[in-house]
Antibody
Framework: QVQLEESGPGLVKPSQTLSLTCNVS??????????WTWIRQPAGKALEWIGR???????NYSPSLKSRVTISLDTSSNQFSLRLSALTAADTAVYFC??????????????WGQGTLVTVSS | SSELTQDPAVSVALGQTVRITCQGD??????ANWYQQRTGQAPVLVMF???KRPSGIPDRFSGSSSKNTASLTITGAQAEDEADYYC???????????FGGGTRLTVL
């Protein structure tokens, strides 16, 4: 079955760059029916879409984060990654890696990782 | 505007019907998806597209939409339905996703 699992540091200092990786199993990231997506959620707050990548390399980023975000795809390892620079305390959140799939004429986030907590603090 | 607005909290008596709504101008052009998030867990898709229910989601969940408003209805709410519910849709550019602020459902 499809599984996604986030990995990365739980604690990062302000102004530094966060790097997270999502290991995907049960499906190839080369599939042309999927986008590979990052979503985050500060404690007690709403979900926030960060961005996504397609097998072609095409990316879309949240306008509010675009200047600081890079999402990349590693087909050899069946993984995708998030880099978020110039961190502040406001970036403290649970980060989810997610598959966006096409289903019955629309797109959905159908598989989610369990989420990884990232705390930005000195 | 590409914002999605939800009521912060709603409550329903056990076995009764509750409607959770989501408003946004972009809903005139795009479908809303609905995600259920229980405490400490990852969200789960419960409704998508033109009122489609994923496999495994009980048929007490249904969806509807009209103009700039999408709705998720639970008919005969159960204790296990207590959760946060988020609507989600494309923004007006079509290239980005936006989430509503979430609605906390309490089953009394």
């Amino acid at each position: 079955q499809v599984q996604l699992e986030e990995s990365g540091p739980g604690l990062v200092k302000p102004s530094q760059t966060l790097s997270l990786t999502c290991n995907v199993s049960g499906v190839s990231v080369r599939g042309d029916s999927y986008y590979w997506t990052w979503i985050r959620q500060p404690a007690g707050k709403a979900l926030e879409w960060i961005g996504r990548i397609y097998i072609s390399g095409r990316t879309n980023y949240s306008p509010s984060l675009k200047s600081r975000v890079t999402i990349s795809l590693d087909t050899s390892s069946n993984q995708f990654s998030l880099r978020l620079s110039a961190l502040t305390a406001a970036d403290t959140a649970v980060y989810f890696c997610v598959r966006e799939a096409y289903d019955t004429a629309w797109y959905v986030f159908d598989y989610w990782g369990q989420g990884t907590l990232v705390t930005v603090s000195s | 505007s590409s914002e999605l607005t939800q009521d912060p909290a709603v409550s329903v008596a056990l076995g009764q019907t509750v409607r959770i709504t989501c408003q946004g101008d972009n809903l005139r052009n795009y479908y809303a998806n609905w995600y259920q998030q229980r405490t400490g867990q990852a969200p789960v898709l419960v409704m998508f597209g033109k009122n489609k229910r994923p496999s495994g989601i009980p048929d007490r969940f249904s969806g509807s939409s009209s103009k700039n408003t999408a709705s998720l209805t639970i008919t005969g709410a159960q204790a296990e339905d207590e959760a946060d519910y988020y609507c989600c849709s494309r923004d007006n550019s079509g290239d980005h996703w936006v989430f509503g602020g979430g609605t906390r459902l309490t089953v009394l």
